[in-house]
C-alpha cells in the first residue's frame, strides 16, 4: 500500500522540510566541490535534478513491473544503478552537444553524477516508502529541486563567505561545511511539519 | 534451483542490453555532426572531413599528420595548432600546456578538439611534408641490456628528407590487452643521407606500450609504419660551441647529428658531447665515438657514470651528467665564445640541465630540445 499523502505535500516536503541534501546529507561531495561556483552549481543542480526525476520515474517502473512480478525484488540495487549509470550517459552526451559550455564547466562532476548518492537515496527512499508511481514522480523531481535549491543556496553563501574575515585554519571544506550545518539546522528545524512516509 | 538464477541474470541481461541500446542510438542522433569542412591556411586547402571525431584524427585521415608524441592523449601538448574560428574556450585538458601568448592566440591542441563545425586553422607549410612510411625492420640488434636499434627499410614511400635531430612516430600494432595501435615518437638516429633507412634506438621502459613491443615481439623482417619527421630539434647554422646532453636512448639524434656534420665536412665547430648513464653497461657507441673524436679535434666526448660498479673498473667522470656539466663549464669550456645548448634525454634530465645551462649564461632561447611525453 502507498502512504496516504498528497502530493503536493510530498513535492513541498522533498524539497523544503524533508531535503535530500540538508537533511538527509546525501550527495555531499559535489555539493561541497562544486558549490565554489554559482553558475557550475546551478547547471549541475539542474542536471542533478533531470537524472534524479528521470530514473526515479524508470526505477519505479522497472521495479513494480519487472523486478515484483519476476521475484526478482533482491537485484534492485544492481538495476537501479544500470539505469542511473545510463540516464547520465544520455544526458552527459545531450549536454555536450547542447550546451559545450556547461558541459566543459561540470566536467568530470557530470558522469560523477551516476555515483551520486542523492540519486541512489532518492530511489532507495521511493523504494522502501512504497511510492505509488505519481509519488515517485512528485518525490524524485521535489528531492532534486530540493537538492538544486541547497547547492545554489550554498554557493551564494559561498560567494560571501569568501569575502568575510574567516580564520586562517579554517578557509575552505572547514567554514563550508559549518556553512552547511547551519544550513541543515534551519531545514531540519521544520522537519515535523511535513510528512513523507 | 537453476531457474532463478537463469531468469536474474537474463532480466538484469535485457534491462542492460534495451539501456546499450538507447544509449547507442542517442550517440548515432546527439553526436552526428555530418559533414564539416576545415580550412587551412586561408582556403589553401578545403577539406571535407566526418564531423564528431577529433581534429587531429580527421586531419591525419586525410595525409596531414600534425605531430603528436602521445597518440592523441592529451599528454604531450605537441599537436597545437592555431585556430582562427571560434571552437570554444580552451579546455582544462588544455591549459596545461599553453603560454600565455599561446592561449591569447587561441593555439590548440588539436587532440582535443572535436569537430563539431567548420573550422578554421593555420598549420606550418612543413607538416604537408610529412608522410606516413611503410616500411620493413631489417635489422634489430642490442646496444646494451636495455636499448635496441631498430633499422627499418621504408619502402612506401621510399624515401624519406629530415633534417638531422628530427623524430618520427613509430606504429605498433595491436597485442595482448591493447586493443588499439600505438604511436610513440622516437629521435631517427640514422643520418639523413641514408635516405632509404630510418634507424631508432629504442629504451625498454616498463610498462611502456611501444618499448615492450619492441623488445618482446618485434622480429627481423616485420612490416612497420613510421610516420613523420617532425621536430624542431636540429643543428642551428651558427658558429657556436654546442654543449650536448643525452642520456639513455637520447644518444639518438646527437648520432645523426654528428655523423651528417662529419660527413658534410662542417667539423670546424667546437662540439661538447656529454653522455650521462647509470653503469658501463648503459654505455654504448663509445668506439664510434672515439672514431668521430679522432677525426674531429675540437669535438669533446664525456662520458659520466652516475653509479659506477666495482667490477667497471671506471676512469672517467662519475657524478650526475649535471655535475659533470657544470664542472667542465667551470674549467674546460671556453665561455667567452657563443654557446648552444642541445638537449635529449629523460624530462628530468632536461629540465635539470637547462637550469645549469642558464646559470652559465646559456640564452634560453638558444637551449634546443624536443619534449617527449
Known sequence: ?197 | MFVPVLLASSAVGVITAILALLISVTDKIVNNYGEVTIDINQGKRQLKVKGGSPLLFSLAEVGIYVPSACGGRGSCGACKVKVTSDVGPHLPTELPYMSKEETAANVRLSCQIKLKKDIKIQIPEALFNIKRYKGKVERIRNVTHDIKEVYIRLEEPNEIDFLAGQYVQLMVPPYDKIKEPTERAYSMSSRPSDRNHVELLIRLVPGGIVTTYVHTRMKEGEPVTITGPFGEFHVRETGATMICVAGGSGMAPFKSIFYDMLEKGKTDREIWYFFGARTKRDLFYLEELKQIEAQWPSFHFIAALSEPQPEDDWKGETGLITQVLEKYLTTQIDRTKPMEGYLCGSPGMLDACIAVMKKFQVPPDKIYFDKFA
Open chain 1, 1 to 197: 500500500m502507498s502512504p496516504q499523502i498528497s502530493p503536493l505535500s510530498l513535492f513541498f516536503a522533498s524539497i523544503l522540510t524533508s531535503n535530500i541534501l540538508l537533511a538527509n546529507f546525501l550527495g555531499m561531495c559535489s555539493f561541497i566541490s562544486i558549490s565554489k561556483d554559482f553558475n557550475s552549481s546551478n547547471g549541475l543542480g539542474l542536471a542533478v535534478t533531470v537524472v534524479l526525476t528521470i530514473t526515479g520515474v524508470v526505477n519505479w517502473a522497472v521495479l513494480h513491473y519487472i523486478l515484483y512480478p519476476l521475484g526478482l525484488y533482491y537485484l534492485r540495487f544492481i538495476v537501479f544503478i544500470i539505469v542511473i549509470a545510463a540516464v547520465v550517459q544520455i544526458l552527459e552526451m545531450v549536454i555536450d552537444r547542447l550546451s559545450p559550455a556547461l558541459y566543459m564547466t561540470l566536467g568530470i562532476f557530470l558522469p560523477l553524477i551516476t555515483v551520486n548518492c542523492a540519486i541512489m537515496g532518492a530511489v532507495l527512499f521511493i523504494e522502501i516508502r512504497n511510492y505509488s508511481f505519481f509519488q515517485s514522480a512528485v518525490f524524485s523531481l521535489g528531492s532534486g529541486l530540493g537538492w538544486w535549491l541547497a547547492i545554489a543556496s550554498l554557493a551564494a553563501i559561498r560567494k560571501k563567505v569568501d569575502k568575510a574575515p574567516v580564520p586562517a585554519g579554517l578557509k575552505g571544506p572547514g567554514i563550508t561545511l559549518i556553512t552547511i550545518g547551519f544550513m541543515a539546522m534551519a531545514f531540519i528545524g521544520f522537519s515535523g511539519m511535513l510528512k513523507v512516509q
